[in-house]
C-alpha cells in the first residue's frame, strides 16, 4: 500500500534562514511526488513534482525537492525563507497510472522576522 | 479563466439531510477528483473520474456519490449526511491522471453537520 509520511507537524524558521519540510514515502513500483502549498482558506496550490530524471527539482517561489531513492525522501527546501512562506505544506505520491494520489497530513512553516 | 469553482462555499445541515456540492472547471482537463480534508489527516481521496463517462472510488467512499455531468462538471453528493462528514471538501481537476500532470484545486466547501 503506498503511504506518505511528514513527521513534523510545525518547523519554524527565522526569515532568511534555509528552510527544509521533511517527507519519506512507501509505494511499490516508481513513485511520482508533489510538494502543495495551502494558504489559509484557500485551496491547495502545486509548487513542484518530480516523475522522473534529475534528483533535484525546481518549483514556484524558489522552492525545490530533491528526490532521494534510497532513502525513499523527498524533502522540500528554500536556500531563503520568507515570512509569506508561512502556509501549511503537503506532500503527496502515487504510483502507476490509477489518478490516485496519497497526501501526507501537511506540516505547518511559520516563518518569523 | 476562472480555474476550479465550487458551490456553496459554506453549508449546515442536520443529520440525515441530503446535499449535492457542486464543481466545475474550465481548463478542458480530462480528470477530476473529490477531497475531504480533515486536521491532522491531510487530503484523502473520497472519489475520482479519470476522463468523462468513468468515476472511480478513493480511499473513502462511503457514505458518498458522485456523478460526472459532463467534461466540465464533477458533483458529490451525500445523501444521508452524518457528524463524521463534517469536513472541508476539495474538488480538483487535472489535464491527465496524476503521473505527469498536476492538479488544480477549488477554493473548498466547508460543511458542518449538526
Known amino acids: 500500500a503506498q503511504s506518505v509520511a511528514q513527521p513534523e507537524d510545525q518547523v519554524n524558521v527565522a526569515e532568511g534562514n534555509p528552510l527544509t519540510v521533511k517527507c519519506t514515502y512507501s509505494?511499490?513500483?516508481?513513485?511520482?511526488l508533489f510538494w502543495y502549498v495551502q494558504y489559509p482558506n484557500r485551496g491547495l496550490q502545486f509548487l513542484l513534482k518530480?516523475?522522473?530524471?534529475?534528483?533535484l527539482v525546481k518549483g514556484s517561489y524558489g522552492f525545490e525537492a530533491e528526490f532521494n531513492k534510497s532513502q525513499t525522501s523527498f524533502h522540500l527546501k528554500k536556500p531563503s525563507a520568507l515570512v509569506s512562506d508561512s502556509a501549511l505544506y503537503f506532500c503527496?505520491?502515487?504510483?502507476?497510472?490509477?489518478?490516485?494520489?496519497?497526501f501526507g497530513q501537511g506540516t505547518t512553516l511559520q516563518v518569523k522576522p | 479563466n476562472a480555474g476550479v469553482t465550487q458551490t456553496p462555499k459554506f453549508q449546515v445541515l442536520k443529520t440525515g439531510q441530503s446535499m449535492t456540492l457542486q464543481c466545475a472547471q474550465d481548463?478542458?482537463?480530462?480528470?477530476m477528483y473529490w477531497y475531504r480534508q480533515d486536521p491532522g489527516m491531510g487530503l484523502r481521496l473520497i472519489y475520482y473520474?479519470?476522463?468523462?463517462?468513468?468515476?472511480d472510488k478513493g480511499e473513502v467512499p462511503n457514505g458518498y456519490n458522485v456523478s460526472r455531468l459532463n467534461k466540465r462538471e464533477f458533483s458529490l453528493r451525500l445523501e444521508s449526511a452524518a457528524p463524521s462528514q463534517t469536513s472541508v471538501y476539495f474538488c480538483?481537476?487535472?489535464?491527465?491522471?496524476?503521473?505527469?500532470?498536476?492538479?488544480?484545486f477549488g477554493p473548498g466547501t466547508r460543511l458542518t453537520v449538526t
Open positions: 480538483a481537476s487535472s489535464e491527465q491522471t496524476p503521473r505527469y500532470y498536476e492538479q488544480y
Open positions: 518530480y516523475i522522473t530524471g534529475d534528483n
Open positions: 509505494v511499490s513500483g516508481n513513485p511520482y
Open positions: 503527496a505520491v502515487g504510483s502507476g497510472n490509477t489518478g490516485k494520489l496519497i
Open positions: 481548463m478542458n482537463h480530462n480528470s
Open positions: 473520474s479519470a476522463s468523462e463517462g468513468t468515476t
